[in-house]
């Protein structure tokens, strides 16, 4: 049973009744399709930009590191975040766009499962990795890059149903 505000309002799911941190049981729900989408950007200059788009950094291929690093985050969030329960994801997309009014990057992820549970966690994991893998790769020219922005932008499926930001 969820542990319930004081006002008996929206409970957290992850606390239980004494409030100990506990993984929700997903096992009487039932596997339906679920997708969740996710963004954040990477901001940085101009010039460190213009280096990850000429292919000259000294690391290598940032943008597609960073969409590989993201997937494999997505497919590992169960071993990053305590609580997340291990999902059998059927699709994961990590969308690296170069945006030069940033300047930096725009990072969007989308995961799909059918399963009793969302993907929500994995989408933005997959995000957060991806902006940090760009700023492991771009550190050595620009430490000040920053990393922001990070959300949920939908998730469908499941008994909450649709919400989009």
Known sequence: MPRKSADEGPALTHVDASGEARMVDVSAKPATERLAVAEGRIVMSKATLDLILSGNAKKGDVLGTARIAGIMAAKRTAD??????????????????PDEALPGCQVRATVKVTGPTGVEME???????????????????????RIDGIRLVEKMGGKSGHYQA
């Open 123 to 145: 989408a933005l994991t997959a995000v957060s990795v991806a902006c940090l893998t760009i700023y492991d790769m771009i550190k050595a020219v620009e430490r000040g890059a």
């Open 80 to 97: 990053l975040i305590p609580l997340c329960h291990p999902l059998a994801l059927s699709k994961v997309t990590v969308d690296i766009v």
